[in-house]
């Protein structure tokens, strides 16, 4: 695995690379919060030996990525998305992404989907047929939480407390060790960057954006954990209405962070629906 630096929409991108040496397809994966792209570390290499060019951004304002000069609105990071299929030097690419970058490639699918040959959402259902309860505000109560002034004042407190304590919420069943959040202490270590990725929330709006109201005919994958606490099933079947052709929904144990909770049942059925390509 490689690093590498491009500008996409205004702004200096530091990504992880993994190819094989003729290249192939590209495959751009986005990653959430907390979180950085070593959480597609799993599957990153298993996409190089089927013959893709799977690339990870550090999302805008996650160190060492740029810090932008606003907060970031789920339309930048859709367009964070297609100006980085452009400066990769594609015309289209997968695109897969969990909790952000769900959103990241909900909303890149809708404004252009002939940039899009199949989209991969992890954890998220599509979010302009979200239907709130009790129960599930109550999960996501960080989404108040973090629009509070000392979010992430509060957040890095403790050694960072806070951060195994919302992936253990999410994920019940998922205890991540220390060093498996290293990459995330790493980056929220400068302060500027948590803030950054905090601005996520100040910035977030609780209808969908115009962007995210364009039916998707891309042939699209939804992935949902069996145990996780803030989107059901149903929420997934909702979704299918934002859809006219083919949507799947593959059920994967674990909670939100089903990727990293099981990484090899997660691995073999994306496997499923990425086709080998000639390395």
């Known amino acids: 695995m490689r690093t590498l630096t491009v500008s996409a929409n205004g702004i200096r991108f530091v990504c992880l690379e993994e190819a094989p040496h003729s290249g192939g397809p590209l495959v751009i994966l986005c990653h959430g919060f907390p979180d950085t792209p070593h959480t597609w570390r799993h599957v990153m290499p298993l996409l190089a030996a089927r013959g893709y060019r799977a690339v990870a951004p550090f999302m805008r304002g996650y160190q060492p990525t740029a810090i932008p000069e606003q907060d970031t609105t789920d339309e930048m990071l859709a367009r964070d998305v297609l100006g980085l299929i452009e400066t990769l030097g594609e015309t289209s690419a997968i695109l897969i992404g969990h909790d952000w970058g769900a959103s990241a490639v909900y909303g890149a699918t809708s404004m252009d989907p002939s940039r899009v040959s199949k989209l991969i959402a992890i954890g998220i259902p599509h979010p302009a047929t979200l239907k709130p309860t009790l129960r599930k505000l109550w999960g996501v109560?960080?989404?108040?939480?973090?629009?509070?002034?000392?979010?992430?004042?509060?957040?890095?407190?403790?050694?960072?407390?806070?951060?195994?304590?919302?992936?253990?919420?999410?994920?019940?069943?998922?205890?991540?060790?220390?060093?498996?959040?290293?990459?995330?202490?790493?980056?929220?270590?400068?302060?500027?960057?948590?803030?950054?990725?905090?601005?996520?929330?100040?910035a977030l709006t609780?209808?969908?954006?115009?962007?995210?109201?364009?039916?998707?005919?891309?042939?699209?994958?939804?992935?949902?954990?069996?145990?996780?606490?803030?989107?059901?099933?149903?929420?997934?079947?909702?979704?299918?209405?934002?859809?006219?052709?083919?949507?799947?929904?593959?059920?994967?144990?674990?909670?939100?962070?089903?990727?990293?909770?099981?990484?090899?049942?997660?691995?073999?059925?994306?496997?499923?629906?990425?086709?080998?390509?000639?390395?």
């Open 206 to 279: 609780f209808t969908a954006r115009p962007h995210l109201r364009t039916r998707i005919a891309v042939p699209t994958v939804v992935f949902s954990g069996t145990g996780d606490p803030n989107a059901d099933l149903d929420d997934y079947e909702r979704g299918r209405k934002m859809f006219t052709g083919e949507y799947v929904i593959e059920r994967v144990p674990g909670g939100h962070f089903m990727h990293l909770e099981h990484p090899e049942e997660f691995a073999a059925k994306l496997l499923l629906h990425m086709p080998s390509k000639t390395p």
């Open 141 to 202: 109560r960080h989404f108040m939480l973090f629009k509070v002034p000392g979010a992430a004042r509060r957040f890095a407190a403790n050694d960072f407390a806070a951060l195994p304590e919302v992936c253990n919420r999410w994920s019940p069943a998922w205890h991540p060790t220390r060093e498996e959040l290293a990459e995330v202490r790493e980056c929220f270590s400068d302060p500027v960057s948590l803030n950054a990725a905090m601005g996520y929330y100040r």
